[in-house]
């Protein structure tokens, strides 16, 4: 383990995607979700990013890649928050449980 | 064990502690704010690996702008000093069992993995390169993504003036304040001598 390589960087990478996916899974808030959902985008932003270090350093186009997330990611959020705040306006609460107006 | 690989566990700790804060922690302010160490914590890793412009871009849109977002929206729609309410026990065993057994898998599945480097000559991730590449025309460019970013961006940003404007409720009936309104007919610009003359 004295060498950080590849393997180390998708380790972490992993580690942290499956934080994002359990906060997913237990949160019920609304803007909790929303930030498990960053860390899920993060961790896919560390593997493009460390695959065109280690695997493919001729080439930029993991680096456009998560440039492109970034971007979209930033898109999502200010969408996302608009609709948290719509739904707080109608419902006083931004528990996924609350919502269920549309619930079959 | 030298300095790199000591400044690279210190990172993941940071990101890791970070997260692990972000979706555990029952004071929602308190998250936001493990998430905000979680990102630089990424920030540094990308300095790390020596791909500064990609930090700079992590440090001003997710630590700059969308963690900001995330803590305006908490003060706008909650009470941030209160505790959450706890998960239910089922939900947090099954979804705990779930990510281990996926960490478990996936590390198992990267450490037998043999990656084959390439044994090209690197690029450097300098700003030049980059926006040169992004904005060429040729094969190997990126300029169709990045006009359709744009249009991306433009719609999320419509999208949410739509979503989160108020709708103003239609305005029927109004009448003007110094109006008088008596069985079915309306009086308007009402003064004392029009009340003397048509009311009493």
């Known amino acids: ?104 | 064990m030298n300095a790199s690989t000591i400044i690279f566990y210190v990172l993941a700790a940071i990101i890791l502690g970070g997260a692990v804060a972000a979706v555990t922690n029952r004071k929602i302010f308190r998250a936001a704010i493990s998430l905000l160490f979680s990102l630089i914590g990424i920030a540094g890793l990308y300095f790390y690996l020596d791909y500064q412009f990609i930090a700079a871009v992590q440090i001003v849109v997710y630590v700059g702008g969308i963690v900001v977002l995330i803590i305006f929206s908490i003060f706008l729609t909650q009470e941030s000093g209160e505790n959450m309410k706890r998960p239910a026990i089922g939900r947090v065993l099954f979804s705990g069992l779930a990510a281990l057994f996926g960490c478990a898998f996936t590390i198992l599945l990267i450490q037998d993995y043999q990656f084959v480097p390439t044994t090209l000559a690197a690029i450097e991730p300098t700003a030049n390169n980059i926006g040169s590449q992004m904005l060429s025309t040729t094969e190997h460019g990126y300029i169709l993504p990045f006009e359709l970013v744009s249009i991306l961006l433009l719609a999320a940003m419509i999208g949410c003036i739509v979503i989160a404007m108020k709708i103003k409720e239609p305005a029927t009936n109004i009448i003007a304040p110094n109006a008088l309104k008596i069985g079915d007919v309306t009086y308007t610009e009402v003064t004392i001598e029009t009340i003397k003359e048509k009311v009493i």
């Open chain 1, 1 to 104: 383990m004295n060498n950080i390589g590849l393997p180390q960087m998708l380790i972490v990478s992993s580690i942290l995607f499956f934080i994002g996916v359990y906060g997913f899974l237990t949160r019920r808030n609304m803007i909790t979700m929303l930030m498990s959902i960053e860390l899920i985008l993060n961790s896919v932003n560390i593997n493009f990013i460390a695959f065109n270090k280690y695997l493919y350093a001729d080439k930029l186009d993991g680096l456009f890649f998560t440039i492109f997330i970034i971007t979209i990611a930033a898109a999502e959020a200010a969408v996302a928050i608009a609709i948290i705040i719509n739904l707080y306006r109608s419902y006083k609460s931004i528990d996924v449980e609350d919502a269920n107006t549309m619930k079959f």
